[in-house]
C-alpha cells in the first residue's frame, strides 16, 4: 500500500547535503514542495568524522527546505553513504503439500530470508523479495492463491557496518529527526532514475558522489546486488590541488571550469591560470596547458570504471547485469566520464537524473539529485521489501525485524 501525505528524504553526501519534502496522494505520485542543500562538512568518503559539522549541515539544508514547504518535519528517508555495504542473495523453500498457497505460507517463508544475514558488527539494511517459484516455475511475483507442492523464494539481503548506520541515526537523532527507513545511495538513485524496462532487462546504476563512487545492480524489475568504493569526484578534486600545487577551492573550479575525462587536440594550445597556494597575486600566475589538467583527472576516473568493472566482475552476477550502465551523482556530469565509462566498461552508458517527480526546479533535477529523488519514491512504496530495516532500533533486544516484518504483512496481506 503507497503511503500518502507528508514525506521527507535527506540525502547525506560527502560534498553536499540535500534534503526534499514532498506531499504524496493516495495513488502515490509525489509532487516536491520544499528543497534545500548545503556543502556538507564532517563526511569523508562516505563516513562521519566530524559529527557537529555534519549536523549543522543537515539542520541547514532542512530548515531550508522546511521554509520553502512551510511545514516542519520529524522524521525522514535517509541513505546510507558507504557503510561497506555487503550482499546476499537467501533462498528459502517450504513444502505445500498441494493446496493453495495463503498469507502464512509467504510470511513463513520470507521470516527464513533474514535470518541467514551475517548480522556479527553489521545490521541489515535492506530484505527485498527478489522473486517467487512454484514447483520450478520462476517468475511469480505472488504466489498467493496458487497451488503447488514446493513454494521457493528468494531475497536480496544488504548489510552494512553498524557503527557507520548508527553513526548516522545517532547525527540524526541530535538534529531532532528520526529515521523512517535506511537505503542504500545507489538503490534510491535507481527508483529515481531508471525506466521499468532497464529494471526488467538488466541495468547498473553507479553514482558517482564526492566521495565514493557505489553501484547498484537491478535485473528483472528487482534490485539484486549493491558495492561501494571510496573513491569518488573529491578524489579527483585532491588529484588537481597537488599535481597543480593550488588550493582546493582553486582545484575544484579548474575541475568544474576546464575539466574533461577524455583529452584532445586542442587541449595543448589551450593556458589555464593555477594560483600557487598561498600566492593570490594575479601578477604571476602559474599558467599551465589544460592538457596537463585533463591528464592528471583522466587517469583518476579511468581507474574508478576499472574498479567498479573488477567489483561486477567479482559479485557473480556480471551476466545479469545487462549492456546498459546509468551514471547518477554530481561527478557523472563531467564531460567525458559517459565516454570513458562506455570505453572501459564495454557497455551503452547513458546519464541518470529524477523521472516524473515534478515540483524539481531545473538546478535540482539532474544526476546530483537523483538519489534524494529516490528516497522520496522508496518513503512512498518500498516495492515490497520485507520491511527489515529500521536501524535505530535495537534488533537484538527487541526482536525488532521480526516484529516489522509481521506489521508488513498485516499491512499488505
Not at 579527483?236 to 587536440?265: Q, Y
Not at 557523472?332 to 572501459?344: C, D, I, K, T, W
Amino acid at each position: 500500500m503507497a503511503r500518502h501525505g507528508k514525506i521527507a528524504a535527506l540525502d547525506i553526501g560527502s560534498t553536499k547535503i540535500c534534503c526534499f519534502i514532498g506531499e504524496a496522494d493516495e495513488a502515490g505520485h509525489v509532487r516536491v514542495t520544499g528543497i534545500g542543500h548545503q556543502a556538507s562538512a564532517g563526511i569523508r568518503s562516505g563516513w562521519i568524522v566530524d559529527m557537529d559539522a555534519v549536523e549543522a549541515s543537515i539542520l541547514s539544508a532542512v530548515h531550508a527546505a522546511e521554509q520553502m514547504a512551510s511545514t516542519t518535519i520529524q522524521e525522514v528517508t535517509v541513505n546510507l553513504n558507504g557503510g561497506r555495504p555487503l550482499s546476499k542473495i537467501a533462498a528459502g523453500e517450504l513444502s505445500i503439500g498441494g493446496g493453495a498457497i495463503c498469507d502464512a505460507d509467504v510470511r513463513r517463508l520470507l521470516l527464513e530470508g533474514p535470518m541467514q544475514a551475517d548480522l556479527t558488527d553489521r545490521i541489515l539494511i535492506h530484505a527485498i523479495p527478489t522473486g517467487f517459484t512454484i514447483d520450478g516455475s520462476n517468475g511469480i511475483q505472488d504466489p498467493r492463491g496458487m497451488h503447488g507442492q514446493t513454494l521457493s523464494a528468494k531475497m536480496h539481503l544488504v548489510t552494512a557496518e553498524a557503527s557507520a548506520v548508527q553513526n548516522v541515526v545517532t547525527c540524526l537523532t541530535r538534529c531532532h529527526l528520526t529515521v523512517s527507513d535506511l537505503v542504500a545511495s545507489p538503490y534510491a538513485a535507481g527508483l529515481a532514475s531508471l525506466v521499468e524496462d532497464e529494471k526488467d532487462l538488466g541495468s547498473t546504476v553507479i553514482d558517482l558522489g564526492g566521495g565514493t563512487t557505489s553501484l547498484a545492480v537491478f535485473y528483472d524489475a528487482a534490485f539484486i546486488h549493491t558495492d561501494c568504493i571510496p573513491i569518488g569526484g573529491g578524489h579527483v578534486t585532491m588529484d588537481i590541488a597537488r599535481g597543480l600545487s593550488t588550493a582546493v577551492g582553486h582545484a575544484e573550479r579548474l575541475k568544474t571550469l576546464f575539466g574533461n575525462a577524455l583529452p584532445s587536440a586542442a587541449d595543448e594550445r589551450e593556458m589555464i591560470d593555477a594560483p600557487h597556494i598561498g600566492e593570490e597575486d594575479d601578477d604571476h600566475p602559474n599558467r599551465v596547458p589544460r592538457s596537463y589538467l585533463i591528464s592528471i583527472i583522466a587517469p583518476r576516473i579511468e581507474e574508478t570504471m576499472e574498479l567498479v568493472r573488477d567489483r561486477i566482475a567479482a559479485s557473480g552476477i556480471a551476466h545479469l547485469a545487462g549492456q546498459r550502465i546509468v551514471l547518477t551523482g554530481g561527478a557523472s556530469q563531467l564531460p567525458g566520464v559517459r565516454e570513458l565509462a562506455s570505453r572501459v566498461l564495454g557497455k551503452q552508458v547513458r546519464l541518470g537524473k529524477p523521472l516524473g517527480m515534478p515540483g524539481l526546479a531545473e538546478a535540482t533535477n539532474g544526476p546530483a539529485f537523483a538519489t534524494c529523488a529516490g528516497l522520496l519514491s522508496f518513503a512512498v512504496d518500498d516495492r515490497g521489501e520485507a520491511r527489515a530495516t529500521r536501524p535505530h532500533r535495537n534488533e537484538a533486544e527487541n526482536g525488532g525485524m521480526f516484529r516489522r516484518l509481521g506489521g508488513w504483512f498485516r499491512e499488505n496481506f
